[in-house]
């Protein structure tokens, strides 16, 4: 008993202390912050996602934001073989993919994906930063890097980063969306350094990177 109230303290100070972190950075940047807002998991209590499983996951984001983009459905199946990415994607995406004249609506939604690829670069040290969530993702860079490596190279390279530099992104993201959702429910502006869109999709992939209520990609809130 006394060792579990002591891991359950050691795992709350660690919460606190990342919660008080983000608020420090949003308070320096000028950006509204909710004290009550709760703490987010801690290493002992978030999933660690293996290397292959975050690989698999960026690759299928860069595919479908692809077809997003272009729209061009011979293009994105070509994509799929080229990176032997068919059991990569989610439900959603399959249907996705296989559709050859998707909506104007979803391929908007999917092209959004860029910036969940440029997330999981990051996560797997494929990058050094992914910058601030005012800057949309670098896109060239981002398919310069998947065509140099593939699927072998990615999976030979990406190095996930430590559990805590994840939690620490996540649960700052998590504060910058509350603080944009809050902005627009009361009619003010942007926050200083948050681009909305950026914003939603980086929580989205951060939450999912740390299983954020055990969901599965496709069905990932970002609860604020």
């Not at 690989?55 to 984001?61: C, G, H, S, V």
């Not at 293009?75 to 989610?90: K, P, R, T, V, W």
């Not at 979803?106 to 005012?134: C, K, N």
Request: hydrophobic share 45%.
């Amino acid at each position: 008993m006394v060792l579990a109230l002591v891991g359950a303290a050691r795992s709350e100070t660690e919460a606190e202390a990342r919660k008080a972190r983000s608020v420090a950075v949003l308070e320096a940047a000028g950006v509204q912050v909710l004290p009550s807002l709760p703490v987010i998991e801690t290493e002992a209590t978030s999933l660690r996602r293996t290397e292959t499983e975050v690989a698999e996951r960026m690759i299928a984001l860069a595919i479908v934001a692809v077809k997003g983009e272009t729209g061009d459905h011979a293009l994105g199946l070509q994509l799929i073989d080229q990176f032997g990415a068919a059991g990569f994607l989610s439900p959603a995406e399959a249907r996705f993919m296989a559709d050859p004249a998707p909506s104007e609506f979803d391929r908007i939604q999917f092209t959004w994906r860029y910036e969940g690829v440029w997330v999981m670069l990051w996560a797997l040290s494929l990058i050094d930063d992914p910058g601030p969530p005012s800057d949309i993702a670098d896109v060239p860079r981002l398919a310069e890097i998947l065509r140099e490596l593939g699927t072998e190279g990615v999976l030979a390279t990406a190095r996930l980063r430590p559990q805590s530099e994840l939690l620490d992104a996540a649960d700052l993201i998590y504060r910058q969306h509350w603080a944009v959702r809050q902005a627009d429910l009361d009619g003010d502006p942007v926050p200083p350094g948050l681009y909305p869109g950026v914003v939603m999709e980086r929580h989205y992939a951060l939450n999912w990177l740390i299983g954020y209520g055990g969901q599965a990609w496709d069905d990932v809130s970002t609860d604020t």
